[in-house]
C-alpha cells in the first residue's frame, strides 16, 4: 500500500467519509509526549514518607550498631563487637525470654477473647452502644494512665489486696508489683484488657461480612449457640484472625508502657521483668546512653520480628490452601 493510499479519506456507502474510523485512530500526540515518570509522581509524596520515616532511620540505624558510638560522641566502625557483648550479656537474655513470654501467652487470649466479645455484641439492642463504647474505652487511653489505674489496684495496699483481706481470703498482701513472675502477668493481664476493644472492632467488622443464612441452615440442622460459633463464626473469620495475631504479636514483643509504669520504670527488682524495648530505652538514653549498642538490640529485634511475621504468614498462607 502506497503512502498516498494510505492517507487517504475512508468512504461510507454513501460515498462520504467515515468520520468514526477517523476517531478510531490512536491519537499520536498522547503515546509520543508520554514520560516514563509521570505514574511516580502520584506516589512521590507517600515514597519520601516512607524513606524519610523508615528507610532512612533503619540505615542509621544499621550503622550503628556496628559502631561504638555514645551520645557525646559518634564513635567508630567496631564490626560484630556489639553483637558478641549482646549474646553475652544476662539482661538482654532476660529480656529477650520475658518478650517471647508475653508474645506466647498474650496473643491465644488477643485472638480468641474480642471475637467472643464482637460475636455477643454484634446484636442490636438497647445497651448495645453502651457495652461496645465501654469496651473500646481503654483503647482511647493512655498507657501511663491505664498502668496508675492498675498500679492502684494490684499495689499492697490496693483494692484487690485490701478487698481479699477484707474477705478474709488472705492473711499477708500479694505482691503483685514486686514478685517477678506475678508483675509479668499482671502486665499481661493489663495488655490483654487494653486491646480487647481495639480488636473487637475488627472482628465486627470482619462479622458483618458473615451471610446470615449460613447461621439459619446451621439452626435448621440443630446446631447450638457454641456450634455455630465454633462451625460458622470462626470460620468467618478466619483471614481476620490470621491479621490480629500478627497485629497482637508485634504489639506484645514491642510491649513497653505497661511493665514501665507498673515497676516505676526499674523493670522489676533486680530487672528481672526487663522487656527488649525497656533494655533499648535503658540504654540509648541518658549521659551514659551507648547507642551503638541500643542500636544492635533493636537489630536484633527487627530479626527476631521479622521471623515471627513470616512464620506466621507461612502458617495462615497454607491454612488458606487447604
Not at 485512530?25 to 498522547?30: D, H, Y
Not at 499477708?172 to 490483654?192: C, K, Y
Request: charged share 10%; aromatic share 10%; glycine share 10%.
Amino acid at each position: 500500500m502506497s503512502a498516498s493510499a494510505a492517507a487517504a479519506p475512508i468512504l461510507d456507502g454513501d460515498g462520504g467519509t467515515d468520520d468514526t474510523a477517523a476517531y478510531s485512530r490512536p491519537r499520536r500526540g498522547l503515546g509520543t509526549h508520554r514520560r516514563w515518570f509521570t505514574p511516580w509522581l502520584f506516589v512521590a509524596l507517600a515514597l519520601a514518607v516512607v524513606g524519610g520515616f523508615l528507610v532512612l532511620p533503619f540505615l542509621g540505624t544499621l550503622r550503628l550498631s556496628v559502631t561504638d558510638a555514645t551520645l557525646l560522641r559518634p564513635g567508630s566502625f567496631i564490626g560484630l563487637e556489639n553483637f558478641r557483648d549482646l549474646f553475652a550479656d544476662p539482661r538482654f537474655r532476660t529480656a529477650l525470654l520475658n518478650s517471647s513470654l508475653y508474645v506466647v501467652c498474650v496473643v491465644p487470649f488477643m485472638m480468641v477473647l474480642p471475637l467472643i466479645l464482637a460475636a455477643l455484641l454484634a446484636k442490636s439492642g438497647p445497651l448495645i452502644g453502651f457495652f461496645r463504647t465501654s469496651m473500646y474505652l481503654p483503647v482511647v487511653m493512655s498507657s501511663v494512665v491505664v498502668g496508675l489505674i492498675w498500679t492502684s489496684l494490684l499495689d499492697k495496699r490496693g483494692l484487690i489486696n485490701e478487698s481479699l483481706a477484707t474477705l478474709k481470703a488472705i492473711t499477708e498482701p500479694i505482691p503483685f508489683l514486686t514478685d517477678r513472675w506475678l508483675l509479668l502477668f499482671s502486665a499481661m493481664v493489663v495488655t490483654i484488657w487494653t486491646g480487647l476493644g481495639y480488636y473487637m472492632v475488627i472482628y465486627l467488622s470482619a462479622l458483618a461480612n458473615i451471610d446470615p443464612a449460613l447461621y439459619e441452615a446451621a439452626a435448621l440442622d440443630g446446631a447450638g449457640t457454641v456450634q455455630q460459633f465454633l462451625h460458622v463464626t470462626m470460620p468467618g473469620v478466619r483471614s481476620t484472625m490470621g491479621l490480629i495475631g500478627i497485629l497482637s504479636s508485634v504489639a506484645a514483643f514491642r510491649v513497653f508502657g505497661e511493665i514501665y509504669v507498673l515497676s516505676n520504670g526499674t523493670g522489676g527488682v533486680g530487672g528481672q521483668d526487663l522487656t527488649m524495648t525497656m533494655l533499648i530505652q535503658l540504654e540509648g538514653t541518658g549521659l551514659q546512653a551507648r547507642t551503638g549498642y541500643a542500636a544492635a538490640i533493636s537489630m536484633v529485634m527487627f530479626v527476631v520480628l521479622g521471623t515471627l511475621l513470616a512464620v506466621q504468614l507461612y502458617a495462615q498462607n497454607r491454612g488458606d490452601e487447604q
